[in-house]
């Protein structure tokens, strides 16, 4: 047996495991991650939850049937991140996958893979040339045959397609495979079409057929923008390990966001506890929320992917202000205060839409003290050099420029 599964054990704690999926399904996003950066990923993301790191994060390293340099990285993440996060490797419902990546894996503390297999009808017939029920049945026998080969490792068995696949076949089988030594089953809706209602009764159904002995995993495709939506209806349900990925790298238009799901559990006690329930506890050691900038930033820079104005939580909008009144009350205008939750300093930007008061300001910063003529030139300044510009944003340099001009003006006149 397992000597130690910490998913089902965190689950069952009712604590939240994050399936991580950015360096194995991100691929799909047309990115790829060389194994040293896969490794620094692991380990930063596991320090946000401290020693508990492989408790609340289980990070699947690659598909090592890929390719021999593709087996190379998850190897490395295996020996380097191990101790940081729970490392797994995910294969194709073959024997020789299975195989493979066992070998991958193997050694690693925690470590876990991952059989992924066809759970609706049409998949079925694509993927493997079988019904639903016989690709179920095969991917139980995959469960008992990886813990045969190394019965310290952990197993899950991943159904593809659930959301267009029948509950009650996928309740059997998720008990079986349970029976089996599976970890944990995981729920995916593949092609990203559920709505939230369809999720979480997905979810509910497969549960209560299933059985309190089965441990649920969501893995929600973001292709109608409802992933996270998805995920949270699946924790409603009684899910627990969840999959994501940093800035939702994923295929297609991507998985939920990683850093926006752990803020979102984590930010605020009240909407925690509406998800989980009013007694829940979501975390051994709560998550380090001031890592998510700056780890967001790090797999945009390796990967290409920009952060944009419009990103939450870790985009370059976050903390911004442009206009009067959310310069004057800023929380009124932000669900959150960036500076305390995240690290984010405020910033004050300068707009087509600036007032005198938001100019004022910055001219402060660059060391200007203006006076109410002043300031109304100023501003007249901004408008005008964003509209002549075509962009919303004024250059600070070239503020400034007009500021040393403007003193140099005014100084010329009082003399």
Known sequence: MVREDLVRESAAAGRVVLWEESARDGAQAKTLMPADFRVRLAVEQGRMFGADGPRHVVFAAGFPAVCAEEFEAVRQVAAEAEGAVSVAAVCRGTAADVRQ?????????????????PASEAMAAVMTHRTAREALAAGVALV????GLDDRLAVDLCLADASRADHGLMAAYAAEATGAGAGAVILADTVGGQLPSAAGEMFARVRAGAGDGVVLASHAHNDLGLGLANTLEAVRAGARVLSSSWLGLAERSGLVATEQLVFLLAHRAEHTRALLGEESDPWWTAPDLTRLPRIARMVSQETGVPLSVTTPIVGTGVGTISTGTPFVHPQLFQPFDPQELLGTEPDVVLTQLASARVVTAVAARLGHSLDHAQ????????????????????DRGLFAGYLDGLRAATTGDAR
Not at 144 to 147: F, H, I, L, S
Not at 375 to 394: D, H, I, L, N, P
């Open 101 to 117: 990546a066992v070998a991958s894996v193997r050694g690693s503390a925690h470590a876990r893979v991952m059989v992924v297999v």
């Open 375 to 394: 300031a109304r030139s100023a501003t007249g300044w901004v408008k005008e050099q964003a509209y002549r510009s075509g962009r919303a944003v004024v």
């Open 144 to 147: 008992k045959e990886a813990r």
